[in-house]
């Protein structure tokens, strides 16, 4: 085992085990304020050096010499599957695939691999359901048995998905997509759905039973995602065209040290959130493109009873020179965040489209609960959206018991071009109010309502300005 403390978790009188790796610096601190915008970057640029690339050794495993065709027919798991074990068994290096389409089951990365995609080489993953493994992964926030993600690793160390081709989850609304129970996914009356599943899960969860005996598959529906490794270190994205991912396209859970650099993400189905990091720490987002059917960036850290049992937050996180386009949210910490969210920083990011719902969005619940704090966003620029510039809602779910967190959020130069309901829109618990807002030389134009705050504790304004008028911080500590 790599991990460098571990935590044990007793889940239904079973031990279950979870990462916890040590941090060098930035860790979970105390409730505090940041001072100024630049006291924020320079915590974030300290953030960067604990964040570097896994290395690999220069040495080549060509998938064509252990059988592999490009042809776009043959099922290429084996020929995959060996050269994968033939690089790590050697010591690692990189496994490539060249230029051709190459059909696959799911592809289990193995420590110190590069998985390498030439320029013209395109991976299309199998619709048949036999062709998917069980495997230990997280749907949704929680625990279970299921289909292997497309792309998966367990425990692994050193691992990553590089160059310049395409990753095509083969998803539509033929296959796969329709088991959301949706007419506009191509369901209709008398086909299977994931409902009962997604609903016998959540007992599941509630009730403590050990995720390993919480066992679904074929008769279940519920869809696999693309890349999901699960615990591991050192995991790295560069490059790659991902597109019609089943569900989640990039999802790492309670992955220490990922990289996700210049990758192209691209879907209209439903759930096809961009990347998901669940429960990871020391994350660096760059360079990359969502174009998604829904959360472009989601920041989770388990639903309910799963995030609060691991406890362990979403932490230390840099989204940089990323844009976005069609999504429900561009930017979004939740809502599966039952864990807690620390240290989030997104700089010099883009997002424009009329079918973007909301541009900088914080959702969660009281079924969740949770602390959300240490959040930083610097220059924003958002064209157009339907919702609002920044939303924080505590309701986004139905209620319980663990009334969340949301404090210390710090955002300087965030334009809007043309915004639409909302500038700001604000929904928390008069008892646990958002607290310590902080909005920096902002401009909010074109929207119907400037501002709507129900509950909000320390908000500061500095040169604000929504629809051309200067907007001050409210007298009132509480807005009701």
């Known amino acids: 085992m790599f991990q460098t403390k571990t935590t044990r978790l007793l889940l239904g009188g079973s031990l279950f085990l979870a990462a916890a790796f040590a941090l060098t610096s930035l860790t979970i601190d105390k409730p505090r304020i940041w001072a100024s915008p630049a006291q924020a ?14 290395v690999f050794k220069n040495r080549d495993y060509n998938i064509l010499e252990y059988g592999a065709k490009g042809d776009g027919v043959t099922n290429n798991s084996i020929a995959i599957k060996n050269a994968i074990e033939a690089c790590n068994k050697g010591g690692g290096g990189r496994v490539i695939v060249p230029a051709g389409n190459y059909l696959t089951g799911p592809v289990y ?25 069980l495997v230990l992964t997280r749907w949704e926030g929680m625990d279970c048995i299921n289909y292997s993600p497309q792309f998966y690793a367990y425990e692994e160390e050193n691992i990553a998905i ?74 790295m994205l560069q490059g790659v065209t991902m597109l019609n991912s089943p569900m989640w396209f990039i999802s790492p859970v309670m992955c220490d040290n990922v990289t996700i650099e210049k990758v192209h993400v691209q879907a209209d189905g439903p759930n096809t959130d961009g990347c998901d990091p669940d429960a990871c720490w020391n994350v660096l987002i760059k360079d990359c493109f969502f174009d998604t059917g829904d959360d472009c960036i989601a920041i989770k850290s388990g639903r309910d009873e799963d995030g609060r049992k691991f406890g362990r937050p979403a932490l230390n996180h840099i989204i940089e020179g990323c844009q976005m386009k069609d999504g429900h949210g561009g930017i979004t910490i939740g809502s ?23 541009a900088l ?28 510039a920044l939303s924080f809602d505590m309701f986004y779910e139905q209620p319980g018991n663990y009334v969340p967190t949301i404090r210390n959020i710090l955002i300087d130069n965030l334009n809007v071009a043309n915004g639409g309901q909302y500038g700001i829109n604000i929904h928390a618990y ?41 907007f001050t911080s409210p007298a009132t500590q509480d807005n009701n």
Not at 114 to 125: K, M, N, P, Q, T
Not at 445 to 462: E, S
Request: aromatic content about 10%; charged content about 25%.
């Open 41 to 54: 970057q320079q915590e974030m640029e300290q953030l960067r050096k604990l964040i570097p690339p896994p």
């Open 109 to 133: 990365l193995k420590s110190n691999t590069d998985f390498h995609l030439e320029s013209g080489a395109r991976i299309v993953f199998s619709q048949d359901t036999k062709d998917y493994p």
């Open 162 to 235: 590089t160059g310049s081709g395409t990753i095509d989850g083969n998803a539509s609304n033929e296959h796969w997509w329709s088991w959301k129970g949706k007419k506009q996914y191509g369901w209709k009356e008398g086909m299977p759905n994931q409902l009962k599943a997604r609903d016998s899960l959540h007992l599941l969860m509630h009730a403590g039973t050990d995720p390993r005996k919480r066992i679904f598959g074929d008769g279940y529906y519920l869809r696999p995602y693309m890349f999901a490794p699960y615990n591991c270190r050192n995991v």
């Open 336 to 358: 599966e965040i039952a864990g807690g969210a620390k240290n989030i920083y997104a700089m010099n990011c883009k997002m424009s489209s009329h079918n973007l719902n909301i």
């Open 361 to 388: 969005r914080f959702k969660t619940s009281s079924s969740r609960g949770g602390i959300i704090e240490n959040i930083f966003f610097k220059d924003i620029e958002v064209g157009s959206y339907k919702d609002a």
């Open 430 to 470: 008069k008892e646990s109010p958002v607290q310590y807002l902080q909005l920096f030389n902002s401009t909010i134009k074109g929207v119907k309502t400037p501002m709507k705050a129900d509950h909000v504790k320390d908000l500061n304004f500095t040169n604000v300005r929504i629809n051309d008028s200067l």
